[in-house]
């Protein structure tokens, strides 16, 4: 039994950062270099594609990778798995619909300036959404989050003289010229997801995040180690909702209507987690692949097939194929096939981090085959282990 | 007097939907799965029950004999073929699963039969029973008498025969139940069919009481997790005695106040138990949740 030849001064952040460096991890370059790369072509996209058909489908696609990475770093990092994210979704629409009704905002850049305010309804709304069902755990939660979109639902149907009831509320469009009307949406609604990604990618590098992650692999460990699990999750749900209410205060505009049963959809919650699911929970590439391969898919059935409900029949038959042929996500999967590549090359060249006293500390759950970890020269005897 | 014929409502109602409630909180008991599908599935049964009665002209409550052996299949065949597989993640993915189904067989429904609001037409669905100035429509009895007959011979399914005693025990704790012998796939496949079974008995008493189309189904799934919720996840008495309460509430509050706000009720109850009992009415707390 090896112990680390402890110094006699405490160790610095950044030697326990060294000692417990994934040792597969792509370079923070090569990663950063990777998502610039996306989002330039992101950027480009509606420049090179100017059809409105298409942008179109492009604008619904950023309104899904906002939300699904907003859904994820929620229900991703606490492994609390939210089936009622449009709830706020509905509060951002409904804010932004009556904030235009009744501050008379003339149709047009100034709709797109109350943004922020629906993000913000829906943050508070998300308050004591979440004092309420974050009292319970697992499948109760999972069924209390769709019980509480429906009481949305409910409500928004039984106070017309609010929300309108099942006439709606209009948002009047914005007179721009139809070939570039779908743009201000496109870009509004990327620069916002990167926003989210940012915080996102923010929150997994914090001590707050890592307080996530415990919650999600052991919430009673995690509260035993002095985690506040109950604001902790709290938090992350306030700003998830923020995020969620933005693309619905988008939605509202672009789409100019806003209707009960659109606002506070179950559907809504089937695509945020399915997306998530199939990218990668838990991830932060995870959710954008999955909204930028699902989200024009599910535009396509939807306009192709909408006239019946035969895009339900495919859409519904898809999931099942998804969920049944990659049920942990493509970025875990790949992930865990490059890893096991990588270390069946360093075992067969003898090259590799395992000189240099790297110890593999897997970051997410342990999700399938592990891969070979590199022995450091000397085993390190983590306390209490 | 009012509030005495709400009680009686409720009563009447509850019966309905402990009948449909059973058969999902007894799926996830066994198998934690939540099945989402449940409210189609009624729907489902409902359609079925129309289809035979109105174009064959068979007797509603002789399509049981029917519609419970197709649904039986059905809910066989999916968890052999869908849920099964699923190895990791598996409440939340046999949820998404489930959805996914319901998504489908509302999509078929839709085609096959359209957005038109359909009732199953029976000679006694409008005549009842007076006692007093109470009033007790016959098609509620039945659906009364017969949900209660039904979750008789569930009684009798649970802890009377062999296969009752596997699948308690495979509720209690599924990897002893295998380490004894049981064959606990077959059973979760039995006992998916036997929820889906009592859902489609209660979508042909739904279908007789209410009119109906595929969209239904989502007022009908929330209001039936909400009584699962409450009567604590995995109880069938639970759920029974907690679709009596919540419809006795929403009944009495309907015809007191209004209609609206009895269904806003329903939903609020849940909040105020879960704010004091996070496990539900009757659920028990668990040891270690995660």
């Known amino acids: 039994m090896a112990v680390i030849q402890a110094t006699p001064e405490l160790l610095r952040p950044s030697d326990i950062d060294h000692a417990f460096r994934d040792p597969y991890a792509l370079s923070s370059r090569t990663r950063g270099i990777s998502w610039v790369g996306l989002f330039a072509i992101l950027a480009a996209f509606p420049l090179v594609f100017t059809n409105p058909a298409v942008t179109s489908v492009a604008v619904f696609t950023m309104f899904f990778l906002l939300a699904t990475v907003a859904w994820n770093l929620f229900s991703g990092y606490s492994g609390y798995i939210s089936i009622g994210h449009a709830v706020y979704y509905g509060l951002g629409q409904y ?29 508070a709304g998300a308050v004591p959404v979440g004092l309420l069902v974050l009292r319970v755990r697992r499948h109760t939660f999972i069924v209390l989050t769709i019980a ?7 409500l928004a149907f039984n106070f017309p003289s609010i929300t309108g009831g099942s006439t709606g509320l209009n948002v009047p469009p ?42 999600r692999d052991d919430e009673d460990r995690a509260k ?54 199939v990218g990668g929970l838990g991830t932060l590439a995870g959710p954008v692949l999955g909204a930028l391969v699902l989200g024009p898919l599910q535009q396509y059935f939807e306009i192709q097939f909408g006239a019946t409900t035969l895009y339900l029949i495919i859409y519904g038959v ?21 890893r096991s590549m990588l270390a069946a090359h360093w075992r067969k060249t003898g090259r590799g981090p395992a000189t240099q006293g790297g110890s593999s500390l897997s970051q997410g759950p342990a999700t399938g085959p592990a891969p070979a970890p590199a022995m450091p020269a000397e085993p390190i005897v983590r306390e209490g282990a | 007097m009012l509030v005495v014929q709400g009680i009686i409502d409720g009563i009447l109602a509850g019966g309905l939907y ?63 073929l869908l849920l099964r597989p699923i190895k990791r993640d598996r409440v939340i993915m046999s949820l998404l699963v489930m959805y996914a189904v319901a998504v489908v067989i509302e999509g078929c429904l839709d085609l096959v039969f359209g957005g038109t609001l359909v009732q ?20 509620y009895l039945m659906a009364f008498g017969l949900s209660a007959v039904l979750l008789g011979v569930l009684y009798v399914i649970l802890y009377r025969t062999k296969f009752g005693r596997s699948l308690r025990a495979t509720t209690q704790n599924t990897t002893a139940a295998k380490l004894v012998g049981i064959d606990v796939d077959r059973v979760s496949a039995t006992t998916l069919g036997i929820g889906v079974g009592l859902g489609a008995a209660g979508g042909m008493l739904y279908g007789m009481t209410a009119s109906f189309n595929a969209a239904s189904s989502y007022d009908l799934i929330s209001r039936l997790l909400v009584i699962v919720i409450l009567g604590g996840f995995g109880s069938v008495w639970g759920a029974m005695a907690a679709a009596i309460i919540m419809l006795v509430i929403e009944d009495v509050i309907s015809v007191v106040w209004s209609p609206v706000w009895g269904q806003t009720i329903f939903y609020l109850v849940l909040a105020a138990v879960l704010l004091f009992r996070p496990q539900g009415l009757f659920g028990r707390r668990m040891a270690r949740a995660q």
Request: overall charge neutral; cysteine-free; hydrophobic content about 60%.
């Open chain 1, 224 to 277: 035993g180690l002095g985690i506040k699990v109950t604001r902790a999750k709290l938090i992350a749900l306030v700003i998830s909702a923020f995020y969620v209410g933005i693309a619905g205060g988008l939605y509202a505009v672009f789409v100019g209507q806003v209707f009960p049963q659109f606002a506070f959809t179950p559907f809504y919650d089937l695509y945020l987690a399915v997306f998530s699911f």
């Open chain 1, 148 to 154: 509480v979109m429906f009481i949305f639902q409910l």
């Open chain 2, 120 to 139: 199953v037409s029976t000679p006694y669905a409008t005549s009842s029973i007076h006692v007093g100035s109470l009033v007790f429509p016959d098609i």
């Open chain 1, 318 to 338: 898809l999931f099942i194929l998804i969920l049944l042929l990659l049920p942990r996500g493509v970025v875990p999967s790949i992930s865990d096939r490059y």
């Open chain 1, 95 to 123: 804010t932004v619909a009556l904030l235009v009704l009744h501050l008379h905002i003339a149709a047009g850049a100034g709709e797109l300036g109350v943004l922020p305010l629906a993000g913000l309804v829906a943050a």
């Open chain 1, 174 to 215: 914005p007179a721009w010229s139809p070939y570039s009307y779908n743009l201000p949406f496109y870009y509004v609604a990327l620069g916002t997801a990167i926003l989210a990604l940012l915080t996102s990618w923010g929150i997994r590098r914090s001590k707050f995040g890592l307080g996530l992650l415990a919650i």
């Open chain 2, 18 to 80: 402990a009948l449909m409630g059973s058969g999902l909180t007894l799926v996830f008991g066994v198998m934690e799965v939540i099945n989402f599908a449940q409210g189609i599935i009624v729907i489902l049964g409902a359609y079925l029950t129309y289809v035979f009665a109105t174009h064959i002209g068979v007797d509603p409550f002789v399509t049981l004999l029917i519609t419970i052996p197709i649904m039986f299949a059905l809910g066989y065949g999916v968890y052999m």
